[in-house]
């Protein structure tokens, strides 16, 4: 519902922008001023599995916190910027399906409208995080940014000539379902030999769990056991870093498919920089960043190798909820 | 050089365009009307490995002469666009290497405005294929066309937004190189694994006179022998009808691996529609893009498999010559 105008507010009106980063296990929102610099926020656990009218509710909710964490009037927010797991239409504003939060097909920036009487505008959460690292991080003013986030899944996205390279109706850059193995393993899509089946946090925990159980991985299995659950990026990157010489191996294998991928999509789009990030690039960013650029370079053509920039994202965290504020502000200020 | 302007041209003056296709093994020059509707042309044989002088000199006198069959006075050109095998700089319009024709770092964009006294545009040969088709063929209108020709290479092209799609300062889309098989059979350019070194047609033209010379392929083996160069698309097509069992396996094959790696494109760019062409396709169309369109649906992911649309290319010889005095005219009439 759009609030009572407060003549009394005391920020410039209209100059306000509002960025959402709809995860899986949370959520965020940030107030950001004119010049996308944060005012305030709130975070909150996602429920997941939720009904959609309670997850909706609880966005709204989250979204006001902000906002009153901001000190800013509802009245002077000129859009709202969401980054979401999974494939969207970004032109419906519709999300197609995000597994985590048990969602299909919601119409997730209509609901936003109608709450808050702004525009709306949907991005899938690796557009939105490479979109930020575009405007604001490692990918600065390149012609062709391709960002790749490995975790649990391995998100892409690209921004060609300053917009996010999107399809018809839907977000793509899926580089985690890239066939990258003949007969591979089996991939939470239903494929076979999928990046993310080879080379995804999952696949490097179930790889150094069966290390762990052997014996191979002793400081991993002290701190972390064997459930996959638990062995995540920073469990993998300290048990590298206490000597586990079996996991970095396991590691390094990974990064390694990864820049072997990375090649075949830069043989295709040519991009200025590639930005790395993610869970366990954070966690090991020059294990990851060396392994992944040395893999993807002996894989290129000479001309494709000589400008090969791999670089570690820069934003973190925040990289989808600002580059969801940033692409909501381009777009609606482009449209008008 | 310019020519002294003539009054008495019978034709409207500055309203045609010259398309010319550096192929490896013949060029062609095709001049057409404001309509791109074609008047005159002249084709001749690459010299192949000549000194660059000599080949640009053979260039030149291919358009004068394709200007004489059309009848058009070269004052009333507004433009030229060359499609060139292998890698190119679009900005600058220099051609990175054509292996075929001993080229390396060639500015012929310049000498060709030099000679001719009009702007010159370069496009890659695939690429200015597909936005011929993009244009007036297979992929009219989409907002993106993903065009993949298997040949001896395996040529990719995309047109996005109305643009070919390209790097900073080189032409991309190398779908022949994306790595699709660990450890896989080597490939021209050095590497293991690409595309075009698993499914190109010198792959299956080997893998089929190995066949013919066991005596799988007795058809084959009568009509062009073991001999790699003389198992060109038309005898493979020629052979299969005839019932060679063991040739038809081999390419279904091929265009099944080509089918997957446009799976793991089409979860990169998700295009509107994928343009198949090239020698492989023409000699075999309904086998060809029946058996790629299979494999590429059973490596989607559910959202990209119901939009995948797979076409034959519907231009044949004249998609690069048509797409490059297309995209000359969209280049130089934007630039106005």
Known sequence: MVQERN??????PGKYWIGFDLGGTKMLATVYDKDLQPLGSKRR????????????????????????????DLKNVQGIGVGCPGPIDPEKGVVYEAPNLGWQDV???????????????????????????YRFGAGQSAR??????PGTGIGGGCVYDGKIFRGRDKSCMEIGHVPVMPDGPLCGCGQRGCLEAVAGRLAISAATAQA???????HLLREAGTDLADIRSGALAESIEAGDRAVEK?????AAHIGTAIAGVVHLLAPDVVVLGGGLVEAMPKLFVGAVETAAREHLLPSFAVSLKVV???????????GAAAWAEHVISTAC
């Open 7 to 12: 003549f009394m507010d005391k920020h410039q």
């Open 107 to 133: 119409p997730l920036r209509k609901t936003l409208e109608k709450q808050f009487g702004c525009p709306a505008v949907l991005a899938n959460d690796v557009d939105a995080g490479v979109y930020g690292e």
């Open 312 to 322: 570690p994202a820069t934003l973190g965290d925040d990289s989808t909820v600002l």
């Open 45 to 72: 656990r996602t429920r997941g599995r939720d009904n959609t009218g309670v997850e909706s509710n609880r966005i709204s909710q989250t979204i006001e916190k902000a906002l009153a964490d901001a000190d800013i």
């Open 144 to 149: 062709c940014v391709l960002g790749v986030f």
């Open 250 to 254: 396991i590691v390094r294998a990974a």
């Open 212 to 218: 762990a159980y052997r014996g191979a991985a002793p």
